[in-house]
């Protein structure tokens, strides 16, 4: 693992969101998109050398919709930027980390893959890479 690559947090209405944050940081996210695949709505903004993901649930049975069922808003996820996804999440399943599903496109152009929060003491961990272009 290179870095954080950012923090994502599960919000209920990523529009009221967006404004709390652009007021908090001085300016907008540099970047919004939906990732249909997982029932997601997403946005980024750059805070120095790091970066926030606001998460909103696009139907009830997506992972974040369910979170924010569950648990309510808030810090959802850390995600690690990798140059390896492939051998870092072998490594990690080796070291007997629980991985959630296989690797799969994510939002902000990245290959992404989970383990579940009950091997890393309660936080859900992201891997990311830079897709090909």
Known sequence: M???EHIGIAVKDLKNANETYTKLYGKPPY???RVESEGVATAFFQVGENKIELLEG???DSPI???IAKRGEGIHHIAYDVSDIE???QRLIDEGFEAIGGIRKGADNKLVCFFHPKSTHGV???LCQD???
């Open 31 to 33: 970047k919004e998109e």
């Open 131 to 133: 897709r090909p272009e």
């Open 124 to 126: 859900l961990l992201e």
């Open 65 to 67: 919709s369910k979170y």
């Open 87 to 89: 051998s870092e999440r």
């Open 2 to 4: 290179r870095k954080i």
């Open 58 to 60: 696009t139907n009830d």
